[in-house]
């Protein structure tokens, strides 16, 4: 067995919770090192790993407290719980990470957690970072100075990019030798505007095929102009995306106007007058005037009772009436809800399916009937595109939209269920939206050519 047999393997020994974890815990140390590389490019001090790698999970045993930076990554997928220890304990007896605990002020102590080599290899192997860079061949450049070579070949025709001073990673491309930029003063607010020089234009065009493949989440532009990706793709996805949010919310605002109506009667404002003085305590000559004065409060509340019980009622009355159009409006935008779910869900797998096989994305965007699915909840088989990494992810992404064998599939009947099988549903469709976005897919399919 090889090692990516057993990363893919010791991936597949994990539960959805577990993996979920780890996922979240890959791609905070993914972003700190992106951040760590972003200093050195900018011309400041990346700190060694042995320090970076170590990320906060936060404070433990401090419940309504502060919370930590994994703390809030975990909270806002909805991870965050009390079984959070055991899923640590259990990730570290696989030998994904390693924590260490630290003294705390108002809490039992502060846990840091670290992902191991082999956790990041079990992560990749789950497809959670599918355009992971490849390793460069002889003569190409990393996947941070060709990121930034791509920004002077795009701002080449457009006046150079700007920089205000050049130093760290910039200093690669121009002090190399042959170098591939220069700087030249620049008459603004920036310090040098950045050009390829001929040297560097060659290597874009020599080795752009190469960077594509090695570096896949570089959306790089083709040396000869050639359309390396229909943009209309990602456009008609992403509006298949927002037409989604855009009918969630109007259920939402739905739910919460009738939230408010149900709590409206609570508002209403109780008057009550003073109670009766007691005849013992007024003076025998001042009796007369308290009991016409008690009378005539009494008279008065009962006028201020009945005037509160009629509005009351009218309230009630206009809350209903309010109340039936928000029903009413809520179980209209159901079905147009569940539709654009399907639409947007079925679009981004058959764009997925086209690309792996090698067809037109346009036509399979247009080619989708969502009144073809007849039952709710349904979640279409993950696409498969032969790249063990991205096939995965694609299996995780579909278990966790629902798309686990079930029986007695049934139509949802409350809001809050279609609500959160339609958030799963939109949630799968946008992994395979990111995939493809911009050709991504397409670089990582180069991949599997010889």
Known sequence: MTSADRALAAWQALNERQQQYLGVIYRADQDTEAAERGAWAAGGRSRPAAEWRWMPYGPVGNAGG???????????????????????????KAKLIITRSGPAVFADYHLDVQITAWGRQVARAGGVDPARALAPRRGMLSEGLWAMLVKVWVADDNGGHPVYYLSGAWERLTNRTPPFAE???????????????????????????????????????????????????????????????????YITTAASGLEQLASLAEHVPAITLPPPTP???????????????????????????????????????????????????????????????????????????????????????????????TVWPWVPTPPVTGLVSVDSGLQSAYVRAGGKPARGRRKAVHSADLLREGAQLTGYAAVMAELVGGGQLGRLLLRKAP
Request: net charge negative; aromatic share 6%.
């Open 66 to 92: 502060a919370t930590g930076p994994l703390q809030q990554l975990l909270a806002a997928k909805d991870l965050r719980d009390q079984g959070a220890g055991a899923t640590f304990t259990t990730l570290e």
């Open 183 to 249: 700087a030249r003063n620049a008459e603004s607010r920036f310090g040098y505007l950045l050009h390829l020089t001929e040297e560097g234009r060659q290597h874009y065009r020599d080795r752009w095929a190469d960077y594509a493949r090695s570096y896949a989440a570089i959306d790089a532009p083709h040396p000869d102009g050639a359309e390396v990706w229909p943009a209309q793709v990602d456009q008609g996805l992403a509006v298949l995306g927002e037409r989604c949010a855009q009918l969630r919310g």
């Open 279 to 373: 005849a013992k305590e007024v003076p025998a000559s001042a009796r007369a005037g308290v009991i016409r004065r008690d009378r005539a409060a009494a008279a008065c509340q009962r006028a201020i009772d009945r005037a509160a019980a009629r509005y009351a009622a009218a309230l009630e009355q206009a809350a209903g009436t309010y109340r039936e159009a928000l029903v009413a409006h809520q179980v209209e935008m159901e079905e147009p809800y569940r539709q654009a779910c399907l639409h947007y869900v079925l679009a981004a797998a058959a764009v997925v399916q086209a690309v792996a096989d090698g067809r037109d994305p346009i036509a399979a965007l247009d080619d989708v009937d969502p009144a073809s699915v």
